[in-house]
């Protein structure tokens, strides 16, 4: 294993080497040794310190431990600081990698502003990219510019990429589409237990897709013969099912009724979005939208997705549990309106901003003030509804301030079979949570927390909210492989630590 490694790294440093077009003795002189060293180096038949390969790097103007980016990513927190300042809202990641799968109803160029840098988003694009469509980032790397080729090549998709993200889903709509046949990857995401993508498939045969799942792959196929007799009525009031019938009913050719729809902030972005596409919807922000398709869209248009009301609610939460005053500026307010109500009866002690709009043009955003308080538990139990109620992804947030507050609160995650089980992972950091059922946890504050390593739940919300613990313990925490982290959130240790957080990036190689 350990020969293995030098390999590898002797590797990388000749391809940094290579690449800035020095020789062998040259990486020799710079570094002060002989060029056979430096042979043995490359060719993994030397031990090497860090040092060595700091200097390397150093010299060769190459992120050489870079190699290490590879491995998985762990955070070492500094905890019990406060926070202070003003920190800014991200994009969303539920916005942004619908409307990249969007991107595919256009023949046209499509520009989005201020693209959440985030994992997520790197797996979509890395799909797109295998099949054909040209993504880049551009204006220092914050906005993305997509280009969809004339023919795509399913067959050459990245199923890695693809399996990791459960988003790859709201391929079916625009590629009904564009294709009799096709084949696409089981769709992964966050490990919240079964997560059922039915609702899917049957508002989708209303447009002629019939799926059959075989071993990992989805086999679609479309009769052009079918189109919607009737209202498609969801099943489910789910956000990607909701924007898997709205991108299907973009491009059919005649107007398409949907009941049930979410009229979640993703899917508020993706409506906006398709009227830039030409697609007129109505009914925005309510359940029932109206569709009028446009067969064929070539359009070069340009949008900004709207920031990230979980974001807001995960920063406001790092504040409560580290009794701190911070400033969360571009919060979506008509999507956090809810949490906030419930958090002031708590006893929340905060100030919000005139309205602004964000550069959608469309959602309502606040700047918004948070500051210490003594807070109560709710007297009624925390649980989740579709817009307009208390968002699913908001409620791991609870509990940690739950934790932090005086006496008891029972949250009751009815939807995900998983997520509430690893609010439990909160004990080990000093909280009093009691499972009652995989959808019920009480939890009992006020805490006094402690710091402890481990590894980061395989969920991406119950995982930040670990982290906002370990902020809130004195001393040095540990949490171990944060990808599920870095799958939702851009710099968010650098972030945190910009409002006086003390979290040090550090990587396995
Ligand atoms: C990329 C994206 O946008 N992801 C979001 C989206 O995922 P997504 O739309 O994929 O959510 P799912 O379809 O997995 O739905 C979540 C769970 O809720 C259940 N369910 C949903 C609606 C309903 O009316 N009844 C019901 O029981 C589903 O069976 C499932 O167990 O919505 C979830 C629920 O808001 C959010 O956690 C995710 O962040
Ligand atoms: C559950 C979530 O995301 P996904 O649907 O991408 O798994 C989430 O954002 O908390």
Not at 185 to 209: E, K, N, Q, S
Not at 449 to 471: D, G, H, N, Q, T
């Amino acid at each position: 294993m350990a020969d293995d490694y030098l390999v590898r790294i002797g590797r990388l440093i000749r391809d940094a080497r290579q690449h800035r077009g020095w020789t062998q003795t040259q990486l020799a002189d710079a570094l002060g040794t002989s060029q056979s060293a430096v042979n043995r180096i490359e060719r993994g038949n030397q031990n090497i310190s860090l040092e060595m390969i700091a200097r390397i790097g150093e010299a060769l103007d190459s992120e050489i431990i870079s190699l290490g980016y590879a491995g998985p990513m762990h955070l070492r927190v500094v905890g019990g600081r406060q926070l202070s300042g003003s920190i800014d809202v991200k994009t969303s990641k539920n916005a942004c990698v619908a409307l990249l799968c969007a991107t595919l109803l256009n023949a046209g160029k499509t520009t989005l502003r201020r693209v959440a840098r985030i994992e997520e988003v790197y797996r979509i694009l890395e799909v797109l990219g295998s099949i054909g469509v040209r993504t880049r980032w551009i204006n220092n790397g914050s906005d993305l510019e997509i280009v969809p080729p004339a023919e795509l090549n399913l067959e050459a998709m990245d199923t890695e990429a693809a399996r990791r993200t459960r988003s790859v889903i709201m391929f079916l709509g625009p590629l009904l589409h564009r294709m009799d046949h096709f084949k696409l990857p089981y769709a992964g995401g966050c490990d919240l237990g079964t997560r059922t993508v039915t609702p899917h498939m049957t508002a989708l045969r209303h447009f002629g897709l019939e799926i059959t799942a075989t071993d990992g792959t989805y086999l679609a196929e479309v009769d052009r013969s079918v189109e919607p007799k009737r209202a498609i009525v969801l099943t489910e009031r789910g956000d990607t099912v909701t924007e898997n019938a709205l991108l299907a009913a973009a491009r059919h050719d005649g107007v398409t009724v949907i009941r049930n729809a979410s009229s979640n902030y993703m899917v508020q972005d993706l409506c906006f979005f398709l009227e830039e596409l030409g697609v007129k919807v109505e009914g925005v922000g309510t359940t029932t939208l109206t569709v009028h398709g446009v067969t064929h869209i070539d359009r070069d248009v340009d949008y900004a997705p709207s920031e990230d009301p979980v974001e807001a609610m995960s920063l406001l939460a790092a504040a409560v549990v580290t009794e701190s005053e911070l400033t969360i500026r571009r919060v979506p307010v008509e999507f956090l309106e809810i949490e906030l109500a419930v958090l002031e009866e708590m006893g929340l002690d905060h100030e919000r901003s005139t309205e602004y709009a964000a550069d959608n043009g469309r959602t309502r955003l606040i700047d918004l003030t948070v500051r210490p308080s003594k807070l109560q538990a709710p007297i009624d139990k925390i649980h989740p509804m579709p817009f307009p109620g208390l968002n699913i992804d908001n409620v791991p947030f609870f509990a940690a301030i739950a934790a932090s507050a005086q006496g008891q609160t029972l949250i009751h995650d009815w939807v995900y079979d998983n997520r509430a089980i690893y609010l439990t992972d909160l004990n080990r950091l000093g909280a009093q949570v009691k499972l009652l059922d995989p959808h019920r946890v009480l939890v009992d504050g006020p805490t006094r927390w402690r710091s402890s390593e481990m590894m980061c739940p395989p969920a991406l919300r119950p995982a930040v909210v670990v982290l906002l613990a370990m902020m809130a313990a004195e001393g040095t925490s540990v949490l171990r492989n944060v990808y599920v982290i870095n799958r939702g959130y851009e710099d968010l240790a650098e972030r945190l630590n910009s409002i006086g957080a003390q979290i040090e990036i550090f990587r396995d190689i």
